[in-house]
């Protein structure tokens, strides 16, 4: 049983982002939001600067697509080697073609769900993704507070997952911290991103190891596999 830490890059300095990152190697994956200014109102990287991340990074990149059009400019972020490539369904014509044209790459393939948006139609097509992210924030800004009101949906995707014994992994983002990712944890989430609890800390180290042990002691009761990649 796996559980992953994945600070989100929001939170660091970005005029000295390759120390910002040698601070969190200890962390499973990186977390990139990739923002367009129009599918979310803010903005933030593109696939230049994602690639230059990729280049100095320690550890792999967790791709998050808050972009419009995604499925025309999605598949550019998997060639750029990244690790997991997640996208918005409320973006996408075609979420299954896209993860399988994503997974082609050579990347995992996750969808993202924001607070408002069901999950049920995807439940039967879970085997199609490698993540599903529940937004545990509205999408678009970093520190935010955490939604409790999401948990229920986060709850229905485990089951179906653990149900049908494949291997994805149930992501969260939004407000994760040392107060909230215990209540994600029992709920089925077995990967986190943390973007001030982390980056925020004295020693990024010892908090992300803080969050890994939290978040282990609260894991729900079911078995769930790594998923396509290690660790």
């Known amino acids: 049983m796996t559980t992953r ?3 989100s ?7 000295n982002l390759e120390a910002e990152l040698a601070r969190i190697a200890s962390a499973d994956l990186v977390h990139v939001d990739v923002m367009d200014n129009h599918f979310v109102p803010n903005l933030t990287f593109g696939p230049q600067m994602v690639g230059r991340i990729q280049d100095v990074s320690p550890i792999p990149l967790d791709v998050h697509l808050m972009i ?3 499925d025309r400019w999605g598949p550019g972020y998997a060639e750029l ?7 918005h369904v409320e973006a996408s014509d075609d979420p299954v073609a896209l993860a399988r044209r994503l997974r082609s790459i050579g990347a995992l393939a996750g969808i993202a769900l924001k607070p408002g948006t069901e999950a049920d139609a995807y439940l039967d097509v879970l085997d ?3 993540q599903v992210l529940i937004m545990t924030v509205e999408p678009g800004f970093g520190g935010q507070s955490f939604m409790h009101d999401t948990m229920p949906k986060l709850r229905r995707v485990s089951e179906a997952v653990r149900a049908a014994g494949l291997d994805v992994r149930l992501q969260v983002d939004g407000g994760i911290s040392l107060d909230t990712i215990g209540i994600a ?3 089925g989430a077995d990967t986190f991103v943390a973007g001030s609890a982390v980056f925020g800390a004295d020693v990024p180290a010892d908090r992300i190891a803080a969050l890994r042990d939290l978040a282990a002691a609260h894991r729900h009761g079911g078995e769930q596999s790594t998923g396509r990649l290690g660790a």
């Open 5 to 7: 830490i994945n600070p």
């Open 9 to 15: 890059i929001l939170a660091a300095d970005f005029v």
């Open 68 to 70: 419009s059009d995604v």
């Open 81 to 87: 080697g990244a690790a997991s490539v997640t996208f």
């Open 128 to 130: 199609e993704f490698d």
């Open 185 to 187: 944890a029992e709920a």
